[in-house]
């Protein structure tokens, strides 16, 4: 069994392009039944996101899936193949299991580390495998790039830090306030950042989020949006008085919340802290807010460093990350080639249990007089002598350090044995194998 | 005896502080199997003293230190396990390690004076050794605080905003262990005004007993403790001390209690002796 990809991504086609191979709006596993019926590949799986889309396959006959796939894609899509294949990226063998790995590792990310690819690529299998469009060959291969990303998001800091604007103000309010349940929000203006950032909070467990803004309208859009409420622009100092976080997004040339406002905010009852985003160009809020002692004040340049330092760490760690991955890559190889043995191996057995057969049939007239549990005792000790002859040469085969090696060998123990048939092949893995006999046809 | 303790709790501490820096989980909870042999051992010589001299050992100033350390692992095992944390391992790890230390290299004979064979002796210094675990956790909550506090602060989110939890977490987890320490400190000490006095009475010849009053150096860092600790746990309900004020005072009283327990202890001279 040969494994196979091809796909586009980012690196290789434009934007517009992934989104007209884009599976991922669509049902996956309609894709993968899709593409299973019009392919010879034995197992498949789609792997769609919104920088990505791949087709992995394990098949018998290499040779033509690229052009199955190709004209799977553009009947699916409805496009013409000239139009997308110039976009196309392929990989074949070890080539893809390297490049799943380093997938799956983030590496392969546009924002480098980024936590939701592993997700993504754990889901694309399930919606296979419940398809039954998989089998042992994609279940090992899928199952090895988990545990690629898990190692490389425990093992190295690549996955951490926030990366952009808005996650590292969410993330900075966690460092502050802890959990986010029961803390108030208030956005002031709706720009996009600040309106990503109220998302980002509210994902982070924010109940309360209040939308002030001097065009009510547009406060009122953005309350529908992010789940929240809108205050009018003359309650902005009451609203100020009641918030943990803010977020001030405005159009203003001159700052809007002074010094003398957040004190007077802060008088009275109040002993949390404030965490105040400023992500207004010019700023919104007076640099001297930043003095008092409860007050956390961040503007945008300060959360573009965090984010600089962030993605410079990120970079700093991927040649950890690469040597997970190459590592990993190793120790799948090394499987691959322990199931490639397996035709020569399962030869081998067949041709020594039909020397041993052979053998009991000719002794067949002579042991006829013997009882039934002498003759048993002579089936089971000559089975023993095989199991124990063949047990060598079997880790052997397996344990081989390399393809090149791999192939002498095999080729010396088929001509020694005579194990080919006639049609010069050796006998499948897959009829040995107990993984490989599970593989299924699709539904 | 207090070796084996010792060199679980020094191992201990060097995995915290691999954990801290590499952030790896099996390190961390190699860490804390590391902290709980040593703390079970640890509880196993004190036991163990005690069968001997038929009570808790701590009227010897050594003893009285391990009784400490054991009290002070237990409270931050207690706060690890309850809050799956182990950041502060890093920092309260050597003081257990370094106060470990004495009993090993002095480790006294408890022979203690007759007059002190009163439970409400027992009541009175076990409260103030809990006391003084439960400051020495707040005092270390109170320092990574200020750490925490200071990169948020100043923008440079860097080694210990990773690595630490966040100061809210921090705040709150200070404020229980200055409340606890404060309430275990005044139940010790009033228990001891009033036992002295009753002991006075019934020991008109104890020239230390008769000799115990504001002005002896103990009492005197004790009764500064506690007017510290009063302070912090009134100012966080009534004037809003809370965040790095908190975590400051937190600090400094620890600083307070550990001259009580030992530079006061070993190098001045005090009347507050029974030995």
């Given amino acids: ?443 | 005896m207090n070796l084996i303790p010792l060199i679980l709790y020094a191992a201990a501490g060097i995995a915290y502080a691999i954990h801290f820096a590499r952030r790896d989980a099996a390190v961390g909870r190699t860490a804390t199997t590391l902290l709980l042999l040593g703390v079970l051992s640890h509880t196993f010589v004190i036991g163990m003293q005690t069968m001997e001299v038929r009570h808790v050992p701590f009227a010897n100033p050594s003893r009285a230190v391990s009784t400490f350390v054991w009290l002070l692992t237990l409270s931050y095992l207690y706060l690890e396990l309850t809050t799956d944390e182990r950041a502060m391992g890093v920092f309260i790890l050597p003081i257990i390690v370094g106060l470990q230390v004495i009993p090993v290299l002095s480790p006294g004979i408890e022979n203690r004076d007759p007059v002190l064979d009163s439970p409400w002796f027992w009541v009175h210094v076990s409260s103030l050794l809990f006391a003084y675990a439960s400051f020495g956790l707040a005092g270390v909550l109170g320092l990574t605080y200020v750490l925490q506090f200071k990169e948020i602060k100043k923008k440079h989110l860097g080694y210990f905003y990773t690595r630490l939890p966040s100061l809210q977490i921090l705040d709150r987890m200070n404020s229980r262990a200055t409340v606890t320490g404060w309430a275990f400190l005044t139940l010790g000490l009033i228990v001891g005004v009033v036992w002295t006095v009753e002991a006075k009475k019934l020991a008109p010849a104890n020239s230390n007993l008769q000799d115990i009053g504001l002005y002896d150096p103990k009492v005197l860092f004790a009764l500064l403790a506690w007017a510290l600790y009063s302070f912090a746990v009134l100012a966080r309900g009534a004037m809003g001390w809370t965040g790095r004020r908190a975590a400051w005072l937190s600090a400094v009283g620890f600083v307070v209690v550990q001259l009580n327990l030992v530079f006061i202890s070993y190098f001045v001279e005090t009347s507050h002796t029974f030995q």
């Fill in chain 1, 1 to 443: 069994m040969h494994l196979f990809l091809l796909g586009v991504s980012h690196k290789t086609a434009p934007v517009d392009l992934r989104e007209k191979l884009d599976f991922s709006s669509r049902d996956v596993g309609a894709a993968v039944v899709a593409l299973a019926a019009r392919s010879s590949a034995a197992e498949s799986v789609v792997l769609s996101t919104c920088n990505r889309s791949e087709i992995y396959v394990a098949s018998a006959a290499p040779e033509t899936a690229r052009e199955e796939i190709i004209r799977f894609l553009g009947e699916y899509h409805q496009l013409p193949a000239d139009s997308f294949t110039p976009h196309l990226f392929s990989f074949s063998e070890s080539d893809v299991a390297q490049h799943l790995f380093r997938v799956a590792a983030g590496l392969d990310s546009l924002v480098v580390g980024e936590p939701q690819i592993l997700g993504q690529v754990k889901d694309a299998f399930q919606a296979a495998a419940e398809k039954r469009c998989t089998g042992p060959v994609l279940r090992k291969l899928f199952d090895w790039s988990f545990n690629v990303g898990k190692r490389v998001r425990s093992e190295t800091a690549l996955g951490e830090g926030a990366v952009s604007i808005s996650f590292a103000a969410a993330q900075l309010a966690r460092k502050i306030f802890g959990r986010l349940q029961g803390r108030r929000v208030l956005v002031v203006g709706a720009g996009e950042i600040s309106t990503l950032t109220a998302q980002h909070l509210r994902a982070h467990g924010a109940t309360e989020v209040a939308i002030t803004s001097r065009t009510a309208a547009h406060a009122q859009a953005l309350a529908t949006k992010v789940g929240g409420h809108w205050v009018p622009w003359d309650g902005l100092a009451n609203a100020l008085a009641g918030a943990d976080i803010i977020v001030t997004a405005t159009g203003s040339q001159r700052p809007i919340i002074t010094r003398a406002h957040v004190e007077t905010a802060l008088r009275g009852h109040r002993r949390d802290p404030l965490f105040i985003l400023d992500v207004a160009v010019p700023r919104d809020v007076e640099a001297s807010v930043g003095e008092i002692e409860q007050v956390f004040l961040y503007n945008v340049d300060d959360l573009q460093t965090v984010v600089q330092e962030n993605l410079s760490k990120r970079a700093s760690e991927i040649e950890r990350a690469e040597a997970i991955v190459k590592e990993e890559l190793g120790r799948f190889a090394a499987w691959q080639r322990s199931r490639g043995a397996i035709q020569t191996v399962v030869a081998l057995r067949d041709r020594f249990e039909a020397v041993r057969r052979a053998e009991l049939q000719r002794l067949e007239s002579r042991m006829g007089g013997l009882p039934p549990e002498t003759r048993a005792v002579f089936d089971q000790l000559t089975r023993l002598i095989v199991e124990k002859l063949l047990i060598d040469p079997t880790e052997q085969l397996k344990a081989l350090p390399d393809e090149e090696t791999q192939a002498a060998y095999t080729e010396a123990v088929n001509r020694l044995f005579r194990l080919r048939d006639e049609n010069g092949s050796t006998a499948s893995p897959d009829s040995a194998d107990d993984e490989t006999s599970s593989r299924r046809r699709p539904r």
